[in-house]
């Protein structure tokens, strides 16, 4: 940092917010007060005559030399590691800031080992809301900054190369929602029968509604397993994009679902979640079939079976999964194995979710 005069100061970045008062003609009450110019700014030939209005016939600057970067510049080369598909800059830099928004509605997906190898690098950060979460357009997703005002280009560098974005493109991203139809096997001989009011379905179509997933077949195949198994394949065969088989997913030698979801052809990614409520939950993909949304799914057409949880529950295991699920993200059981901190649910009363620690 140094003095200057004010007409030797273009091209150097000023070290201090400067204040402008501008009077009103009559009371003499100021028409304006505030920063005409911010901290980090590089001073122009247009602004010399507004400055030395200002009475401000020196500053104190920072010399721009060669290997170092101003806080903006840095900052835009912070979020070119961030901006994948389906992201947007908020804006030009600021201050050494720039924000980073969702460009559609979907899922927000962040690789957190890379992201962490990025905050482990000194005098530059990038902080971001929890990834795998359903986001809409203009949501922020994401916020860079550079600490100092200038900063040596290494250290930039040194955090490009812990993203690794050139082996595997930026640190996150927006997944559309895909899937549109979802076929619901609601399983129970109570159900069935008309003995006890059907009251899972309707829970369940109202979280798939949140996403702009329409039920379009339902069965009530009963207990037996080979009918349940039936009843999948006729969802199937209706070319929904989704399955999700509800009434239970317990333990009692009574309870076929999971056994009829296996039978049906499926490949189980997991039975169980960290997660209370939805500890039962299963996930699984039927390979190589193509839903009626014209694609054939990552990893196939996912069929969930939901634990009674999800019919009474304001927030559960289901509402974790269901964002990646409906963007056709193909889930790996270490997606359900990284639940467990945060997978606990408070109870809040009311419930606050997703603006409570559910998940995160």
Same mark, same amino acid.
């Given at each position: 940092?140094?003095?200057?005069r004010?007409e030797?100061?273009?091209?150097?970045?000023l070290?201090h917010?400067m204040?402008?008062?501008?009077?009103?003609?009559?009371?003499?009450?100021?028409?304006?007060?505030?920063?005409?110019?911010?901290?980090?700014h590089?001073v122009?030939e247009?602004?010399?005559?507004?400055?030395?209005?200002?009475?401000?016939?020196?500053?104190?600057v920072w010399?721009v030399?060669?290997?170092?970067?101003?806080e903006?510049d840095?900052? *835009?080369?912070?979020a +070119?590691?961030?901006?994948?598909?389906n992201?947007?800059a908020?804006g030009?830099?600021?201050e050494? /800031?720039?924000?980073?928004?969702?460009a559609c509605?979907?899922v927000y997906?962040v690789d957190?080992?890379r992201l962490n190898?990025?905050?482990?690098?000194d005098?530059?950060m990038?902080?971001t809301?929890k990834?795998?979460?359903g986001v809409h357009e203009?949501d922020?997703?994401?916020?860079?900054?550079?600490?100092p005002?200038?900063v040596?280009? *290494?250290?930039?560098q040194? $955090?490009?190369? +812990?993203?690794?974005v050139? $082996?595997?493109?930026?640190?996150?991203?927006?997944?559309?929602?895909?899937l549109?139809?979802?076929?619901?096997?609601t399983?129970g001989?109570e159900?069935?029968?008309?003995?006890?009011?059907?009251?899972?379905?309707p829970?369940?179509e109202?979280?798939?509604?949140?996403?702009?997933?329409k039920?379009?077949?339902?069965?009530m195949?009963?207990?037996?397993?080979?009918a349940?198994?039936?009843a999948?394949h006729q969802a199937?065969?209706?070319?929904?994009d989704?399955?999700?088989?509800?009434?239970?997913?317990?333990?009692?030698?009574?309870d076929?679902?999971?056994?009829?979801i /296996?039978r049906a052809? +499926?490949?189980?990614?997991?039975y169980?979640?960290?997660v209370?409520?939805?500890?039962?939950?299963?996930?699984?993909?039927?390979?190589g079939?193509?839903?009626?949304?014209?694609?054939?799914?990552?990893?196939?057409?996912?069929?969930?079976?939901l634990?009674?949880?999800v019919m009474y529950?304001?927030?559960?295991?289901?509402?974790?999964?269901?964002?990646?699920v409906?963007?056709?993200?193909?889930?790996?059981?270490?997606?359900?194995?990284?639940?467990?901190?945060?997978g606990l649910?408070?109870?809040?009363?009311?419930?606050t979710?997703?603006l409570?620690?559910?998940?995160?």
């Open positions: 940092m140094r003095l200057v004010t030797d100061a273009v091209g150097h970045v070290c917010d204040t402008q008062i501008i009077p009103k003609e009559k009371d003499g009450h100021p028409r304006f007060k505030g920063p005409r110019f911010r901290k980090g590089v122009t247009e602004d010399v005559p507004v400055l030395l209005s200002m009475g401000k016939e020196h500053l104190y010399e030399t060669p290997g170092m970067l101003h903006n840095a900052a *835009e080369r912070l +070119a590691l961030c901006l994948g598909c992201t947007v908020s030009a830099p600021s050494g /800031k720039i924000g980073i928004n969702a509605d979907g997906l957190v080992e190898a990025v905050n482990a690098t005098e530059v990038v902080a809301r990834g795998n979460f203009g922020a997703l994401a916020g860079t900054r550079v600490i005002l200038v040596r280009e *290494e250290v930039v040194a $955090a490009e190369r +812990a993203s690794r050139d $082996a595997e493109g930026p640190l996150m991203r927006v997944e559309p929602y895909r549109r139809t979802a076929g619901i096997v399983t001989s159900v069935k029968g008309g003995l006890i009011e059907d009251a899972f379905t829970a369940v109202r979280k798939l509604e949140g996403y702009g997933v039920a379009t077949f339902h069965a195949p009963g207990d037996d397993p080979d349940i198994a039936r999948i199937l065969d209706a070319g929904v989704m399955v999700v088989c509800t009434g239970g997913m317990s333990v009692d030698p009574d076929n679902t999971p056994g009829a /296996k052809g +499926a490949r189980i990614v997991t169980g979640a960290p209370l409520p939805g500890a039962m939950l299963l996930v699984g993909y039927f390979d079939r193509q839903g009626g949304c014209g694609e054939t799914p990552a990893g196939g057409v996912p069929v969930l079976g634990p009674g949880c529950n304001a927030a559960t295991v289901f509402d974790l999964v269901l964002p990646r409906v963007a056709g993200v193909p889930l790996v059981k270490r997606d359900f194995v990284e639940l467990g901190e945060g649910c408070l109870r809040c009363n009311p419930c979710y997703p409570c620690p559910f998940g995160k």
